[in-house]
T-cell receptor
Framework: NAGVMQNPRHLVRRRGQEARLRCSPM?????VYWYRQLPEEGLKFMVY????????ESGMPKERFSAEFPKEGPSILRIQQVVRGDSAAYFC????????????FGPGTRLTVL | AQSVTQLDSHVSVSEGTPVLLRCNYS??????LFWYVQHPNKGLQLLLK??????LVKGINGFEAEFKKSETSFHLTKPSAHMSDAAEYFC??????????????FGQGTILTVHP
């Protein structure tokens, strides 16, 4: 059973460009979570999604950030008009419906904004 | 609201000696508590979890943690450190219900260094 997959593993963008981060949950998992790890800071929750629904987006910045988890395909975290402060490691986690509080993490995408 | 405090940002031990990583939590609900480990430039791996069953929880690689409600603590221990244990460790709390549903709150992390 393949684990949580994230791609790309490393992403370089110039200021003002868009970044798209993808996450494929483990097989059978219908819940997806995104976390951000900023330099010198801990991991912070961003958003919790189920298929076609955003359950909790209390950790998402109000502007430029959006997330989706469509019926088919991976979950996408989209950052528009990136700024240097967006440089961070972005981790995706997934969980099965019955074990929502045990989350399995992917390897992360490291975003660098030049 | 929920929060977690890791009392040491760095811990250094010699190989073969015991490891103690300290964690205190705060939660408005009956919490679920976890320890995750992150090796450099890697993702996070679950070491162990507490979900209101036995208060002494055994995890992978010889780690264990004890839930103490009276002290609101969930310290991580290992009897004998191995070089491969060098990594960053995160204490994590998850509530149930309300706005904490599905949301993990991470401590600031403790970097464990193991000397030969």
């Amino acid at each position: 059973n393949a684990g949580v997959m994230q791609n790309p593993r490393h992403l370089v963008r110039r200021r003002g460009q868009e970044a798209r981060l993808r996450c494929s949950p483990m097989k059978g998992h219908s819940h997806v979570y995104w976390y951000r790890q900023l330099p010198e800071e801990g991991l912070k929750f961003m958003v919790y999604l189920q298929k076609e629904n955003i359950i909790d987006e209390s950790g998402m910045p109000k502007e430029r950030f959006s997330a989706e988890f469509p019926k088919e395909g991976p979950s996408i975290l989209r950052i528009q008009q990136v700024v240097r402060g967006d440089s961070a490691a972005y981790f995706c986690a997934s969980s099965p419906p019955e074990g929502y509080n045990e989350q399995f993490f992917g390897p992360g995408t490291r975003l660098t904004v030049l | 609201a929920q929060s977690v405090t890791q009392l040491d940002s760095h811990v250094s031990v010699s190989e073969g000696t015991p490891v103690l990583l300290r964690c205190n939590y705060s939660s408005s609900y009956s919490p679920s508590l976890f320890w995750y480990v992150q090796h450099p430039n890697k993702g996070l791996q679950l070491l162990l979890k507490y979900t209101s069953a036995a208060t002494l929880v055994k995890g992978i690689n010889g780690f264990e943690a004890e839930f103490k409600k009276s002290e609101t603590s969930f310290h991580l221990t290992k009897p004998s450190a191995h070089m491969s244990d060098a990594a960053e460790y995160f204490c994590v709390v998850s509530g149930a219900g309300g706005t904490s549903y599905g949301k993990l709150t991470f401590g600031q992390g403790t970097i464990l260094t193991v000397h030969p």
